[in-house]
């Protein structure tokens, strides 16, 4: 009864702060609108030059599903050779696309109604963007694949070999499906982090913890009092942030979300734990802001949300191994998207579960030095 009361009183002070209320419950269904429509790997309207010195009527077909496909804009088609290193310098357009003849003009004339001859087609692009460059680089081989393939069937040629590729998960290959539910994972770490690393330290800087350590409230309870209204405003954003992500950008759910809730309850275990540490060690609301902060980036580096953890050198893997983020963006995508059971991820929760514990051990230790010192 007397952790109800704290628990209470937690909420209580929490929710009388009301210029906080709309940070609370407003800002994470803004945030996961804008990062759905930001944070995506999708590429769409790529800017093009094309630079056509051919004759062959090919060409022109091939032109034309270039500006009827929406993947490419089209800003300019010349006639004569240009100055292709100045355009892309001034990034006016993200790739040139140049068709020419392999052949000599008198050979053009006795082979332009060939229709198995194409034009040497070269595509210049700035490759600042890594990432852009290589997706609109396959756009167009694919658009190309497929009308010589066209061509091809039109001839009565068939390949001998032909792969075909079947998406089982995210058929549209669509991003924010694959992003959207990392986004709500970024936001429960993100408001759960900062707001209980200065719990705390708030208490020390009001002088009000005193008042704590003199009731009959045992430091376990004084400690848990402390994580259960972070931990119930925790599972509120993720219950807005997955209603945004399936209402809003129309993700499907496949799998079962009382998982998703058993895995987002286990998570934050670890991460409160973690953040009241960092409350008790910070002598200032700046330092545990600050350290807060800091172990954000961290989390969110080393999570797989943006970047495939593989990605990390391998001296630098165990940071990954002990990053409760990983886990948890990992479940919540194989339950939206592969509508995995816990059969799946048990390993997952189970790693995670062990963090939890390892942090809840450490923390509740240092706790238990703090209010004794």
């Known amino acids: 009864m007397r952790l109800f009361y704290l628990v209470k009183k937690e909420l209580i002070e929490i929710f009388r702060q009301k210029e906080l209320l709309p940070l609370l419950f407003i800002a994470p269904m803004i945030q996961i609108i804008i990062l759905g429509y930001v944070v995506t790997t999708d590429i769409e309207r790529v800017p093009v030059n094309i630079i056509n010195l051919s004759v062959n009527k090919a060409t022109n077909r091939i032109i034309n599903r270039i500006e009827k496909s929406p993947l490419f804009d089209v800003k300019n088609i010349y006639f004569t050779n240009r100055d292709n290193m100045d355009v892309l310098k001034r990034s006016a357009v993200a790739a040139v696309i140049l068709f020419r003849d392999p052949f000599s003009n008198t050979d053009v004339r006795n082979k332009r109604d060939n229709p198995l001859k194409y034009p040497e087609i070269r595509i210049l692009m700035d490759g600042i963007d890594s990432n852009t460059s290589s997706i609109a680089a396959g756009y167009f081989n694919g ?4 009308f010589i393939l066209a061509d091809m069937e039109k001839l009565g040629v068939v390949l001998p070999v032909e792969n075909k590729t079947v998406i089982r998960f995210n058929p549209e290959l669509k991003s924010i499906n694959y992003m959207g539910p990392g986004i709500v994972a970024l936001l429960l770490t993100i408001l759960t982090l900062f707001l209980t690393s200065v719990s705390i330290v708030r208490e020390k800087e009001q002088q009000t913890m005193d008042t704590l350590l003199i009731s009959r409230l045992t430091p376990v309870e004084i400690y848990i009092g402390k994580a259960m209204p972070m931990a119930i405003i925790g599972l509120i954003h993720m219950c807005i942030g997955v209603a945004v992500v399936v209402l809003w950008f129309k993700i499907p759910v496949r799998g079962n979300l009382l998982y ?6 286990v998570f934050l275990a670890a991460l409160l734990s973690y953040s009241l540490m960092i409350s008790t060690i ?10 807060a902060w800091f172990s954000m980036v961290t989390f969110i580096l080393l999570s797989g949300l943006f970047t495939p953890t593989e990605n990390v050198p391998q001296a630098l893997q165990f940071l990954v191994k002990i990053n409760p983020l990983v886990y948890l963006v990992k479940i919540i995508r194989e339950i939206f998207l592969k509508g995995n059971g816990i059969e799946y991820f048990y390993k997952d929760l189970l790693a995670l579960a062990g963090i939890a514990v390892v942090a809840i051990s450490l923390s509740l230790m240092n706790f238990k030095r703090f209010i004794s010192g």
């Open 260 to 265: 998703l809730f058993i895995a987002a309850v």
């Open 282 to 291: 910070a002598a200032t609301q700046q330092q545990g802001l600050f350290f």
């Open 143 to 146: 658009i190309i694949k497929k």
